[in-house]
């Protein structure tokens, strides 16, 4: 099983920016798509961003597209979602995870998650 381990998470006024890694202990030869979710306290976790380790082809929810960039560097077994022009209601506990079966928007197709890391925003 792969570990992931998220950071870069914090607190920032809305409008600004943030940028949140994730590094897998070892390459996931399991699977091609990494993605990120968030979850507020008190609701279901949302699909945020995925991306494809072969081609960098991205996907992205419509609350987020054009804000947030989901890259990453497979050297490092890491993936990022750099996140601008932040919203309090961006705020959640933001997870990565690996993608097996299944649609790339849907927790229920995604394994191997990480610990979290907080995102708060002001407003």
């Known amino acids: 099983q792969v570990q992931l381990v998220e950071s870069g998470g914090g607190l920032v006024p809305a409008g600004g920016s943030l940028r949140l890694s994730c590094t897998a202990s070892r390459r996931t030869f399991s699977t091609d798509v990494m993605g990120w979710f968030r979850q507020a306290p008190g609701k279901e976790r949302d699909f945020v961003a995925a991306?494809?380790?072969?081609?960098?082809?991205?996907y992205y929810a419509d609350s987020v597209k054009g804000r947030f960039t989901i890259s990453r560097d497979n050297a490092k077994n890491t993936v990022y979602l750099q996140m601008n022009s932040l919203k309090p209601e961006d705020t959640a506990v933001y997870y990565c995870a690996l993608h097996y079966s299944g649609a790339y928007d849907n927790r229920r197709a995604y394994r191997d998650w990480g610990q979290g890391t907080q995102v708060t925003v002001s407003s």
């Open positions: 991306i494809r380790r072969s081609n960098s082809n991205t």
